[in-house]
């Protein structure tokens, strides 16, 4: 990767290659993305009430703060409101939602100082979304819902885009995760027992690249790429949306990011629904993708994050 595309002018299917091959998009924000941002702001300052999320760690434990934010991420997900708001803004930035389909948006906050580091506010270590059953196709979306610093913000790691790592991918099966990880994730608040695809090997956090952007602007990248979760020590909470799309003719065409060191068990395209009418993926465009033993993933597979 060497590109950061600020507000480019190139349609979709151009935007998507780049993706592919590794290079990072930057839309600022627009009224469909902010629409999205402010809803969930909206969320999270009612949960609150009189305390300021961005500071609520320092008046309250860490016990209360989990009891606020958990309902959050459910009641967030499955709202009308944010599946319109979602289906909007991905056709605004030029998506066609016939050919688009979306899983379901994610509400994450990272406290300051590792007041809460694991569950529900899990600060991700060096990862490729890849090594979790994401298909090589693909596209992160990342939004922050307030302004973010450098020290509250997310990393990619491009020297290794086209570097393999030794990890765990290997074990990870993702039917399985589903079946009995994610639904205990509120249990977990002081430590995470969840076993996790790592890199197992010294990773080098630098070079990295940070992008400061307004709230509802958006970070467009492939899920192939490797980045983090930046330790907050901002001294406030950090709140962001995160999506991610995969489009139906580059998975039958198997147009992808390459594959350096992903070898999980299982694929999460079943996750995704047709943005224009929420029709499920063909099954088979999944069982292209699939590679674990016939009908496990019909037998264990939950919707993702209930
Ligand atoms: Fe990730």
């Not at 320092?58 to 009891?67: D, K, L, T």
């Not at 958990?70 to 998506?95: M, N, Q, W, Y």
């Not at 956090?205 to 509802?216: A, C, N, S």
């Not at 979760?229 to 580059?250: E, H, K, Q, W």
């Amino acid at each position: 990767m060497n590109t950061i595309y600020l507000d480019s002018g190139s349609g979709d299917e151009v935007r998507r290659q780049r993706l592919y091959a590794g290079q990072i998009f930057v839309i600022s924000p627009r009224p469909a993305t902010v629409a999205l941002c402010e809803f969930a702001k909206q969320m999270i300052e009612d949960a609150f009430g009189s305390v300021d999320p961005l500071e609520a760690q320092y008046q309250m434990p860490v016990e209360q703060y989990v009891a606020i934010v958990s309902p959050l991420k459910p009641k967030f997900i499955h709202h009308p409101e944010t599946k319109k708001l979602l289906r909007e803004l991905v056709a605004d930035c030029g998506c066609d939602l016939n050919e688009t389909y979306l899983d379901v948006p994610r509400l994450r906050m990272v406290t300051s100082h590792g007041y809460l580091t694991s569950g529900v506010g899990y600060a991700h270590h060096l990862h490729r979304d890849t090594w979790y059953s994401a298909p090589l196709a693909q596209l992160n979306w990342w939004l922050p819902i307030y302004g973010i610093e450098s020290e509250s913000s997310m990393a990619f790691h491009p020297a290794y885009w086209s570097k393999g790592v030794k990890n765990g991918s290997s074990e990870f099966n993702y039917y399985t995760w589903n079946s009995d990880g994610r639904k205990n994730a509120a249990q977990h608040i002081k430590t995470d027992t969840r076993k996790q695809p790592k890199a197992e090997e010294e990773m080098e956090v630098d070079p990295q690249i940070r992008i400061i952007l307004p709230p509802g602007g958006v970070i467009l990248f492939s899920a192939a790429q490797m980045h983090s979760t930046v330790p907050n020590t901002s001294g406030r909470a950090r709140y962001s949306i995160d999506f991610r799309t995969v489009n139906l003719a580059d998975l039958r065409a198997g147009r992808a990011a390459p594959n350096v060191d992903s070898h999980p068990v299982g694929t999460s395209l079943r996750d995704f629904v047709r943005g224009s009418d929420g029709a499920p993926m063909p099954d088979e465009v999944v069982q292209k993708y699939d590679n674990a033993p016939a009908g496990e993933g019909v037998l264990v597979y939950r919707p993702a994050e209930a």
